[in-house]
């Protein structure tokens, strides 16, 4: 009896071994190919990105080298100059900086102030107020845009106000700016997940509703403000439609990058498309190298402020 | 004058909401409504440099949908995008987001190098992005009749050589196409994989586990557990693609250059008030037949 019981129990351990063995293999199997399937998604996000950065430093007799494909032979900082100096890049690079960075405060104070209004304070169809502010996101401005451009043009009749900053800090102040819907949800989900006993504490201290506002609702929005500031800046430094519908000529670096080619033509008399694409690329590489600096250092809190945004659940 | 307590508040609120009320009426609306008002109209500057209309009724629409040599061929196209592409998003994204779910070395990596192309959203930079792109595949993402052959590879006369095999022509342009659209598909996800994400992980793990408990397989608990709790967040997204692709769509591009380059102002506002009705309806459709679908579990 023992005998056949040792038998039995030892193929019972082969069949388990096999089965585990099988299970190991799947599991392998299964995180090479979705190993395989990120690595190839990966290089299809990427691979743009290293195209700019080798015509960047990529002198033209590369270009007419088969041999060469990714990695320039000859490491050569010409185009880059070229690109900048068309850009006027020491110039307008701290002035889109600028410019963001400073449209970026004023959506975040805005979008806040309205914001906390539809989270705090009921009337009658506030929700479907809000209903409208939801319909400002889905409803882009490319729609709205030749009025717009009239609007801003006579201004009251006869105010012309394309080429100046006013008609974005008019947008962006009434809460009708680029993706200024958006910040809004953003602020009233935060705000409304904010416990009350905040706002009463403050009034049982005596603060009338505006104190309250700016001394305690405010500060205690970090979360909300990092997302929103991140987005605005981005969506801000990318933006061509509003740059370009208001302020073609005041040297922001977003509508410079379109005319790069006409210009490069112009100015440095630059004409052989090969050469052309070269030092577009590297303009688009002064371009965007800011950003992604930035991204790098602060890409946690972009995905983290999505999360947190109330969009989700 | 007394007022209650309710009152007050009331006020208050509306005190807060106020610059957001004159914008929406002063600048939004009233831009809406002269969108309609252009769009029937000729707009015509004046030698004072004002401006002035001239009533043309219907007929910018007419000339838009008969006599306009584009307008047709580009807002199909731009609506078959959409209907072909924003499916195709969602799924690669959900299919992404689970696959970036789980626990592995490099994940924040890759997750970082998936959202990166939101970050480079400038509509002035996708196109040299997508130019520099066909460069880098081999010419595989152009056009399916292109035989181009770049750095050696030709990779069209590859894949057509699958026709001897016997597979349908037909079958292998489709998935040329669609191979060619990896890109677009790929860039125009970042935001909803990382929402899709933050929806995944809201998913209590309890499911999974009494699920497990109870003997099913990983096929059925993804589509009884994973995907309901899902699918707000499918509606979401939805909204958010076609939103995303209306704004980079080319018609909106066609209407830019009507209105500054041939100072069309008329003709211009017709075209967008046909392309926002047009996405209108798609997303009426699209969010109405998913909304009947949806599993809300609170």
New interface residues.
């Given amino acids: 009896m023992e005998i056949l019981q040792k038998v039995l129990k030892s193929e019972k351990v082969e069949k388990m071994k096999t089965i585990h063995f099988k299970h190991q293999l799947k599991s392998r199997l299964s ?1 090479i190919f ?1 190993g395989i ?2 690595i190839g ?2 290089y ?9 950065l080798s ?1 960047t430093f990529k002198p033209l007799s590369d270009v007419y080298n088969p041999l060469i ?1 990714l990695i320039p032979e000859h490491v050569t900082l010409d185009n880059l100059t070229w690109a900048m100096e068309t850009l006027e890049y020491s110039r307008s690079m701290p002035l889109t900086a600028l410019y963001c960075i400073g449209i970026m405060a004023l959506q975040i104070m ?1 979008a806040s ?2 914001g ?3 989270a ?5 169809g ?1 929700n479907i ?1 809000f209903g ?2 939801i319909l ?5 401005s ?10 801003f043009r ?1 201004f009251f009749g006869s105010i012309n106000m394309i080429d100046t900053y006013w008609p974005v800090i ?2 962006t ?4 700016g680029l993706r200024s819907g958006l910040y ?1 949800f953003i602020f009233r989900q935060f705000y409304k997940g904010l416990p009350g006993a905040i706002e009463e504490a403050a009034l049982i201290d005596g603060a009338g ?1 505006f104190r309250t ?1 700016f001394t305690v609702m405010f500060p205690n929005a970090k979360p909300a403000i990092i997302t929103v500031m991140l987005f605005s800046f ?2 801000q ?5 509003f740059s370009g519908l208001f302020m073609k000529s005041m040297g922001l670096l ?1 509508t410079r ?2 005319s790069l080619p006409s210009l490069l033509a112009y100015g440095l008399e630059i004409r052989d498309p090969n050469l052309v694409n070269l030092v ?2 590297a303009g ?1 590489f002064a ?2 190298m800011p ?2 600096i930035l ?2 250092f602060l ?2 809190y ?2 983290e402020g ?2 947190r945004s109330g ?3 | 004058m007394k007022m209650s307590l309710r009152h007050k ?9 106020s ?6 009426i ?3 609306s ?3 409504v ?2 309609v008002e ?1 769009s029937l109209n000729k707009l015509i500057f004046t030698d004072t440099g ?2 002035e209309l001239k009533f043309q009724g219907l007929q910018n629409f007419v000339y838009a949908f008969m006599e306009d040599p584009e307008f047709t061929r580009v807002l199909s196209e731009s609506v078959v995008n959409m209907v072909i592409d924003v499916p195709l998003i969602i799924f690669f994204s959900l299919f ?1 987001a689970i ?1 970036l779910n789980r626990d ?1 070395r490099g994940r ?1 990596m ?16 996708t196109d ?3 130019a ?2 066909n ?3 081999g010419g595989l993402s152009s056009s399916v009749s292109e035989v181009v052959n770049v ?1 050696g590879l030709n990779v069209t006369a590859l894949a057509m050589s699958l026709a001897d095999f016997g597979m349908p022509l037909g079958l292998i342009e489709y998935i040329i196409g669609a191979v060619g659209r ?2 677009e598909i ?2 125009a996800s970042g ?1 909803q994989i ?2 899709f ?3 995944l ?2 998913i209590s793990p309890a499911l999974y586990e009494v699920a497990d408990i109870e003997g099913a397989t990983k096929y059925e608990s993804f589509w009884k557990i994973t995907f309901p709790m899902v699918s ?2 499918i509606l ?1 997204n939805v ?1 958010y693609t076609i ?1 995303d692709m ?2 980079r769509s080319e018609v ?1 591009e066609m ?2 250059t009507i ?1 500054f380059t041939e100072m069309n ?1 008329g003709l ?2 017709a075209i ?2 046909i ?2 009705i047009v996405v209108g309806i798609i ?1 009426i459709v699209f969010g109405g037949m998913i909304s009947k679908r949806v599993f809300y579990h609170y």
Avoid: H
Wanted: aromatic share 16%.
């Fill in positions: 995180s979705i399937i990120l998604l990966g299809v996000v990427i691979s743009p990105l290293l195209s700019v015509d494909y805005v102030f309205i906390y209004g539809f705090r304070y009921e009337f009658y506030s107020v409208l502010v400002t996101i889905v409803i882009p490319q729609t709205i845009m030749v009025p717009l451009y009239m609007q006579y008019l947008t102040l009434t809460g009708v809004i509703p506002y981005v969506w430094y990318n933006d061509v439609f977003p990058i379109v577009l690329n688009i371009v965007i950003l992604i991204y790098l890409q946690r972009f995905m999505i999360e969009i989700v659940g | 508040k009331m006020i208050t609120g509306l005190v807060f909401i610059p957001w009320i004159i914008g929406f002063c600048i939004f009233y831009s809406l002269k969108t252009y004002g401006y992404i696959i592995f924040s890759i997750r970082a190098l998936f959202f990166l192309p939101v970050i480079m959203s400038s509509p002035a930079i040299a992005l997508a520099n792109l460069n880098m595949m750095e990896v890109y790929v860039s935001i990382i929402i994400l933050a929806a992980q809201s707000p967040l979401t909204i939103i209306y704004s909106v209407t830019q209105a102002f211009s506002a967008s008030i392309n926002t997303l």
